[in-house]
């Protein structure tokens, strides 16, 4: 009988590719999405697919018990881009805590928490930046307070998505090369990157596929959703490489939010996770296959500059 995950974030990037993944496997996965907007077009599309989206709001947890009901599976995440909580980096913080009380309520057997280290511990003390200490609480919170042992942690890095859905990577007026923009972030700073939509999605299943076998290794450990160490200098090398084009890598100044310079300030001065070694062993052991840079320059990027 297929087994019933929740998704909260479908329609983003996230909990949209992980949504839209499972329902590949409708032998063995039942897709219920959580949005606050059944009638968003994102969340008609997933209903076509053969989700069931049911309405609801991580920061209103009497909307969540009916949400997590019925569900074997769940994989939870929260946005800090989301226009409700941006200014409010610590709701994000309350929307996991929510969500893992409400999974614990109904009885979920394997809860995935995408998440991130705490800046203070890995920048020794220098930087602090809310959108990560907050997600990292909710870790504490669900291993030690709630002792919900039905987690699992998925650590997510850079996107290499944001080339394309946040416009970082353009080509030049002149048509005759292509600048690779982000703010803050200098060109020889080393980002753990991810292909959230070939991995993240495949990361998140194989821990569905292994957990009856495998929870007990599996509980409470942090696997690196990650592929590849880069830095945004040997991207545009890559990127060159690829399209043939001569490709500049420009510093913005700023991201227009303060949390988020600080985030991008923490990279620059650790990385995005200091002493990590990709590809994570834990996560090659589930069996996924892992897609890389290039291949995202060939399959996404090419065609969304029109070089295709």
């Known amino acids: 009988m297929a087994k019933r995950i929740l998704v909260t974030g479908a329609t983003g990037n996230q909990g949209g590719s992980v ?55 769940a994989f939870v995440v929260t946005n800090f881009y989301d226009a409700t909580i941006k200014d409010d980096p610590a709701s994000e913080e309350q929307q996991g805590r929510n969500a893992a009380l409400a999974a614990q309520r109904a009885g979920v057997s394997c809860f995935i928490w995408s998440t991130l280290p705490s800046s203070v511990e890995i920048s020794k003390g220098e930087v602090c930046c809310e959108i990560y200490e907050g997600k990292h609480r909710v870790d504490g919170f669900i291993r030690d307070e709630i002792k919900f042992d039905a987690a699992v942690f998925v650590y997510t890095g850079n996107f290499y998505e944001n080339m394309v859905l946040r416009g970082h990577v353009v080509k030049t007026d002149d048509g005759k090369g292509i600048e690779f923009r982000q703010p803050v972030i200098q060109q020889d700073t080393t980002l753990h990157m991810v292909w959230v939509e070939k991995d993240l999605s495949g990361i998140t299943k194989a821990i569905f596929d292994n957990w009856d076998e495998r929870k007990e290794q599996l509980r409470y450990e942090h696997l690196c959703a990650m592929d590849a160490v880069h830095t945004p200098r040997e991207i545009c090398e890559v990127i060159q490489r690829v399209t043939g084009l001569p490709t500049k890598y420009v510093v913005l100044p700023t991201t227009g939010n303060a949390q988020r310079d600080i985030m991008f300030t923490l990279y620059n001065k650790t990385g995005t996770y200091p002493g990590v070694v990709l590809p994570d062993q834990k996560v090659l052991d589930l069996g996924v296959q892992l897609h890389g840079l290039e291949q995202f320059v060939k399959e996404r990027l090419v065609p969304h500059l029109g070089l295709g």
């Open 19 to 73: 949504a839209k993944f499972l329902l590949e496997y409708p032998d063995k996965y039942k897709v219920r999405v959580l949005t606050r907007n059944p009638e968003s077009d994102a969340a008609k599309w997933l209903a076509q697919q053969g989700a069931e989206v049911v309405k609801g709001d991580l920061t209103d947890a009497s909307t969540l018990d009916a949400a997590f009901s019925d569900c074997w599976g």
